[in-house]
């Protein structure tokens, strides 16, 4: 119990930060911090999902943005159509546009884990460079099929009128909005973390380590596989969906390979295999950006370096260098 007591101290300082940052950061005159903290929720979201198949399931995807661009267009798509009152013409169907986000979101993620399975269903038969290169060939080929929708945008994105709706509230607010995110990250991490310790989980890692001493006994590892790529690439599609509602504007740029390699760095920094790694990465890499960008244009040359001595000096990522020294991870 008291191993567990200074853990338990810090998630209750961190969640009452979390939930007292809106009203602090407009006491202090900073209110636009609602929004990066806002912004950083969403993609420690996507980092945490990128992170269950690459920490935990050993597949390392180079195409990943392909899942979040795709929930940030179907939601883009959706409310296009319900604010110019046209239905999507869909043979042999018309399908209404709308903005609840109770339908909009979960068709983001159907769709985005729909097109994480195909993906994943033919990757799957590789592995090592193979499978990396398999991804971003992929994941290339979704953003450059955005590119060509001209009804939408093109390669000039898509604005949105507003943001969706949710019954009650009005996530117009920034407030309201930070709020509903912080609930949707913090359920879909605690989901994450009942699924790495459940035999699903087990399995995962154990294929993860030695794939075929694990078919050897008689798991079909290959399901398994697939089963989580399409559950990490359905959450990235909900933290697409956010992002979208976010900016109110969906762009290809939210699929390209540059994106998903951002999405790996947080990974990486905040510690490959843990369950709250990519959301401290996630912070780190989004806030440091922030900071850096404001003194200079070219802020990757002195990100870079801090990044790179992560990686050689912390081996378990910001993770490693907050939990205590020699303890092994239980994540």
């Known amino acids: 119990m008291d191993n567990g007591l200074p853990r338990l101290i810090l998630a209750a300082i961190l969640a009452a ?10 006491a202090a005159g ?6 990066i903290a806002t912004h950083v929720l969403i993609f420690a979201l996507a980092a945490g999902s990128l992170n269950l198949i690459l920490g935990f399931g050993g597949m390392v995807s180079f195409g990943h943005a392909a899942f979040l661009g795709t ?16 239905p999507i013409a869909t043979w042999p169907f018309a399908i209404a546009g709308t903005e609840s986000a109770l339908i909009a979101w979960p068709l983001a993620m159907l769709a ?3 097109l994480a399975f195909v993906i994943g269903l ?18 290339q080929m979704v953003y450059f099929f955005f590119v060509s929708l001209e009804p939408y945008g093109g390669d000039d994105g898509l604005s949105m009128w507003s943001r969706s709706r949710l019954p009650g509230l009005d996530l117009g607010s920034d407030t309201q909005f930070y709020y509903v995110v912080l609930a949707l990250v913090a359920l879909a991490y605690f989901l994450k973390s009942r699924v790495i310790h459940s035999r699903f989980g087990v399995v995962l890692r154990g294929s993860r380590d030695n794939d075929r001493r694990m078919r050897a006994i008689g798991h079909p590892t290959r ?52 369950v709250l790694g990519p959301a401290l990465g996630a912070t780190a890499f989004l806030l440091l950006e922030e900071v850096f960008s404001g003194w200079t244009e070219h802020w990757m040359i002195v990100l870079g370096p801090l990044l790179l001595a992560v990686v050689l000096f912390a081996k378990r990522g910001l993770w490693g260098l907050v939990s205590r020294p020699g303890e092994v991870p239980r994540d």
């Open 17 to 26: 930060a979390l939930l007292a940052l809106p009203a602090l950061v407009e």
């Open 30 to 35: 900073r209110g636009y911090w609602t929004g």
């Open 71 to 86: 929930g940030a267009y179907v939601v883009g798509i959706l409310s296009h159509h319900a604010s110019m009152g046209i």
């Open 112 to 114: 985005a884990g729909a």
């Open 122 to 139: 033919i990757s799957l038969r590789t592995g090592g460079l193979y499978f990396i290169m398999i991804t971003l060939a992929f994941a």
């Open 223 to 274: 399901r398994y596989r697939l089963a989580a790529f399409t559950l990490a690439g359905a959450v990235a599609g909900l933290a697409g969906a956010l992002i979208a509602n976010q900016t109110e504007f969906v762009s290809p740029a939210f699929l390209h390979w540059t994106r998903s390699g951002e999405m790996l760095v947080m990974v990486i920094l905040g510690g490959i295999g843990t």
